[in-house]
């Protein structure tokens, strides 16, 4: 059962463009929201993450959209540049559960051409 | 601040053979797991722990996959009887104490080749 759904998979922007991610989830419980960015043969690492308790969330060039009542969130990238250009993941997870262990979408490879 | 620490970061093994990986979280983060993830794939939640305790496995964990954490420190993950299905980079993860942050850190992950 996949509980957060992620497209597209792969993605192609220009330089300077605006590269837009979306994801959907299934799960009402879940209460936290991170974007994860990963490099081939890296770990993933922590990009920008918002609560339901806010519709957007920005930070620099970044921005999350979130719409509770859809259950979808998405990821802007703003003036795309060569070096954003990774896979990114989209998770969800609940803050207070046991383990508050987070499940990700299948990813979206992003190119961002010259 | 070193991160999280895993080793080692690529192992190619015989299919049968037992491997073992080594997470070192960082330190102070009482939280720490363990995820699988394969090619096009996002990562899978493998187990967790709460200091030395093993609160939660994925059923994805069968029973020829071991993880302990003895002084709530470090951690291994060990498989045994290897096979090709299992060929994977294997994520450590780790986090502070409840309230103290949400955010989940990853090592850089250990691949394994089962062949």
């Known amino acids: 059962q996949q509980q957060v759904k992620q497209s597209p998979q792969s993605l192609i922007v220009q330089k300077g463009g605006i590269s837009i991610i979306n994801c959907a989830y299934e799960n009402t419980a879940f209460d936290y929201f991170p974007w994860y960015q990963q490099f081939p043969g890296k770990g993933p690492a922590l990009l920008i993450a918002i609560r339901p308790d806010v519709s957007e969330k920005k930070e620099g060039r970044f921005t999350i959209s979130f719409n509770k009542s859809a259950k979808q969130f998405s990821l ?19 803050i207070a559960g046991t383990a508050s262990k987070l499940t990700f979408g299948t990813g979206t490879r992003l190119q961002v051409t010259l | 601040d070193t991160g999280v620490s895993q080793n080692p970061r690529h192992k ?31 990562p899978e939640f493998l187990t967790y722990f709460q200091n030395e305790a093993q609160l939660e496995k994925s059923r994805l964990l069968s029973d020829r996959f071991s993880a302990e954490r003895p002084k709530g420190s470090f951690s291994t993950l060990e498989i045994q009887r290897t096979e090709q299905g299992d060929s994977a980079m294997y994520l450590c993860a780790s986090r502070p104490a409840y309230r103290s942050g949400n955010t989940i850190y990853f090592g850089e992950g250990s691949w394994l080749t089962v062949v």
């Not at chain 2, 009482?30 to 090619?39: E, I, K, S």
């Open chain 2, 12 to 42: 190619i093994t015989k299919r049968g053979q037992n491997v073992t990986f080594r997470c070192d979280p960082i330190s102070e983060h009482n939280r720490l797991y363990w995820y699988r993830q394969t090619l096009g794939q996002g």
């Open chain 1, 76 to 94: 802007h990238i703003m003036d795309s540049q060569p070096g954003d250009s990774a896979t990114y993941f989209c998770a969800a997870s609940m």
